[in-house]
């Protein structure tokens, strides 16, 4: 079975600066998807970010990127320019890409303080 | 992104009544849902997967009977809680995804509180 998991239950950065969230995934398969969500203290749970297993490419989006190591099976969340509207919740997920019911298996979750 | 609407957002009942959640996808076609249920500083924990039209497919030691959940359309799911007691008690989220897409748009919540 696969398994996600995130290491960092807090972590706090200072206002403008950079932040580097962890995750570590363990799966046999080799086509897969993962994610970042970020929930708010309203609870809404928002995509922040995906990336395909099968592309080489790091996603970005925006102030967001992801390092994806396959081999590694590491999937970390960079925020450039920390602004105080990014504290939140942040969720690493995966997808197998082979699973008809589209479940994803989550990460415990790492709590993001940003220091004005 | 796709928009996925929840309601209510707050609900107070007592105990031994039931409550109904309703989860909708405003501008996509959500051929399976997702039901979780997330307790304080905790990932969310799947309660049940449901495809348009069928049953729901429930996680190990979900109660069936007691977490309703029918997804008669493709813009709409709901969850009724019955007999709700105190423990029930909890923030519950749906998901909705267009099947074959990769991901899953989540509402923004329903707070149940039993008394």
């Known amino acids: 079975a696969q398994t996600v998991t995130q290491s960092q239950p807090e972590m706090s950065v200072q206002e403008a600066e950079t932040v580097t969230l962890s995750c570590t995934y363990d799966?046999?398969?080799?086509?897969?998807?993962l994610f970042w969500y970020k929930q708010p203290p309203s609870r809404q749970m928002i995509l922040v970010i995906r990336?395909?297993?099968?592309k080489q490419q790091n996603a970005t989006e925006n102030r967001f990127s992801v390092n994806f190591q396959k081999a590694a099976k590491s999937f970390s969340l960079k925020i450039s320019d920390s602004q105080l509207g990014d504290a939140a919740m942040y969720f690493c997920a995966y997808r197998s890409a082979g699973d008809s019911n589209y479940q994803l298996i989550w990460g415990a979750g790492t709590k993001l303080i940003i220091k004005p | 992104g796709a928009v996925v609407s929840q309601h209510p957002s707050w609900v107070i009942c007592k105990s031994g009544t039931s409550v109904k959640i309703e989860c909708r996808s405003l501008d996509f076609q959500a051929t399976t849902m997702f039901w979780y249920r997330q307790f304080p500083k905790q990932s969310l924990m799947l309660m049940a997967t449901s495809n348009e039209g069928s049953k729901a497919t429930y996680e190990q030691g979900v109660e069936k009977d007691k977490f309703l959940i029918n997804h008669a359309s493709l813009t709409l799911s709901t969850l009724t809680v019955t007999s709700a007691h105190p423990e029930d008690s909890s923030f519950y989220i749906c998901?909705?995804?267009?099947?074959?897409?990769?991901?899953?748009?989540f509402g923004p919540g329903t707070r149940l509180l039993v008394l």
């Open positions: 799966t046999s398969e080799s086509d897969y998807y």
């Open positions: 998901s909705g995804t267009q099947g074959w897409a990769e991901t899953q748009y």
């Open positions: 990336q395909e297993a099968y």
